[in-house]
């Protein structure tokens, strides 16, 4: 069966330190993988989305960037971190039909301080 | 340019009774349509889908119903239970494209 693994489950930084995420999914070949963010009271705002092995797309302008270095891993970085950045972030996968819906990790809380 | 809404950013029900949860959409081309719940520093689980060919689906206490005319999509709950306390998303997708998700719904089940 297919599982989806993300973390650290929380992470306190300080602004203008590294970040770096981490998602990995088992039991399924090339899926689609997507980062997400919820901040405080708001809904899911979908960050990066990957169809493939180096094959990143950004949906907004940020301080963030994604990487996939292997089929099944989605890295989700950032050199300095802002105050901004806080929120819960959310790992998912898909495969083809996408219509069959996302499945998505655990989530990751992480507070910029 | 938002093209699904939860206009309800919120929602209380008494336990036992009906929930209702509410989104529009406002690209006819949409072909499938989810629902998912999420509790708190929880990733969001799927509940129940419809395709387009549809205008109900149906899965123990939880119905979805879909208007193509009107383009909304409605999840009902019922009976509702404590345990549905959560945040729902209606999400949906256009063939093989991403889902686009709403901005949610925090239902709160009185008991």
């Known amino acids: 069966s297919q599982t989806i693994h993300q973390w650290p489950a929380t992470l306190v930084q300080p602004v203008g330190s590294p970040l770096s995420l981490e998602c990995t999914v088992e039991g399924t070949s090339n899926p689609n993988l997507y980062w997400y963010r919820q901040a405080a009271g708001r809904g899911l705002q979908l960050l990066f989305y990957?169809?493939?092995?180096?094959?990143i797309s950004s949906e907004v302008p940020q301080n963030l960037s994604a990487s996939r270095p292997q089929d099944r891993q989605f890295i989700l970085s950032s050199k300095k971190l802002l105050l901004s950045d806080s929120g819960f972030y959310l790992c998912?996968?898909?495969?083809?039909?996408?219509?069959?819906?996302?499945?998505f990790g655990s989530g990751t809380r992480l507070t910029v301080v | 340019d938002q093209q699904v809404k939860q206009n309800s950013p919120s929602l209380s029900v008494q336990e036992g009774r009906i929930s209702i949860l509410n989104c529009d959409y406002t690209?006819?081309?949409?072909?499938?349509f989810l629902w998912y719940k999420k509790y708190p520093a929880e990733g969001p689980t799927f509940l129940i889908s419809?395709?387009?060919?549809?205008d109900k689906n149906e899965d123990g206490r939880f119905t979805v119903f879909l208007n193509k005319s009107a383009k909304h999509l409605s999840l009902h709950i019922v009976p509702s239970q404590p345990g549905d306390s959560a945040v729902y998303f209606c999400a949906v997708s256009r063939g093989n494209e991403k889902l686009t998700f709403g901005t949610g719904t925090r239902l709160t089940i009185i008991p």
């Open positions: 419809i395709s387009s060919i549809k």
């Open positions: 690209n006819s081309m949409f072909d499938y």
């Open positions: 990957s169809v493939g092995i180096g094959q």
């Open positions: 998912a996968w898909s495969v083809i039909p996408v219509g069959y819906g996302y499945t």
